[in-house]
């Protein structure tokens, strides 16, 4: 990637699925636990297990540290984007040292396949293998990723078809704002949860307007947006 004022660690779009394309998630309580999980999984001074205590300030969504744990805060990762869908998720993420993407998607990982297999039975992960991680080695490859990760994936969640919401992108557009479990509604300004950081978006785009009309024009073209995109991937 070019140099600029976030270049001095890796980007990396990582894709995680679930084994054999079956759910990692089957309700709302886990697209929630989700949430908190990418919040307090970021950081190298949580302890195990550490629900317990993050339930014992409140049952519901919150990102209110537990005063118990050991120190500061301590990310592995700048989380710049992502989306939940029901057999996969992707996180845009910036390593703050080497090695940070690795040691969080694993507790993460451990913490979801836990909790999944407790939940409905199980034994096993609930994850089909290693990660997909792809390296952020270009300015576009960062644009198509905001793009794909925050309207591509979240308009899959809230239409029948992407060709339907690609040839309405103005109707599906407030729609899509409505999913909870994208980082969608945090880049467009409209909610401001602490799991992402928004520097790199804002250094990409001037306003979340010119996000939008840039993934409008993305969309338009849906299918060579596609296909150029995986082609840099």
């Known amino acids: 990637m070019e140099s600029g004022p976030y270049s001095a660690q890796p980007i990396l779009h990582i894709t995680k699925r679930g084994g054999r394309g079956l759910p990692i998630v089957k309700d709302d309580a ?7 999980c990418l919040y307090f999984l970021n950081d190298a001074n949580h302890p195990t297990p550490w629900e317990r205590d993050v339930d014992a300030i409140s ?8 005063d118990s744990w050991p120190g500061d805060r301590e990310p592995y990762v700048d989380i710049l984007s ?21 040691a969080y998607l694993q507790s993460l990982s451990n913490s979801l396949t836990q909790h999944f297999n407790s939940r409905y039975g199980g034994k096993d992960s609930i994850f089909g293998g290693r990660p997909d991680r792809r390296m952020v080695e270009s300015e576009r490859y960062l644009l198509y990723a905001f793009v794909y990760l925050n309207i591509k994936n979240t308009f899959e969640m809230v239409a029948d078809s992407i060709e339907q919401a690609t040839a309405d992108f103005d109707t599906y557009f407030p729609q899509a704002m409505e999913y909870q479990f994208s980082s969608l509604p945090d880049v467009m300004g409209k909610r401001s949860s602490p799991i992402i950081v928004r520097e790199i978006f804002a250094d990409a785009f001037a306003s979340p307007a010119e996000f939008r009309n840039f993934a409008r024009d993305q969309m338009a073209r849906y299918r060579a947006f596609l296909a150029e995109f995986e082609d840099m991937m």
């Open 30 to 36: 886990d697209r929630y636990r989700f949430l908190k």
């Open 59 to 66: 049952a519901g969504l919150h990102f209110e540290r537990p």
């Open 82 to 102: 992502y989306c939940l869908v029901e057999n996969h998720f992707h996180i845009l993420l910036q390593e703050r040292e080497e090695g940070g993407a690795g």
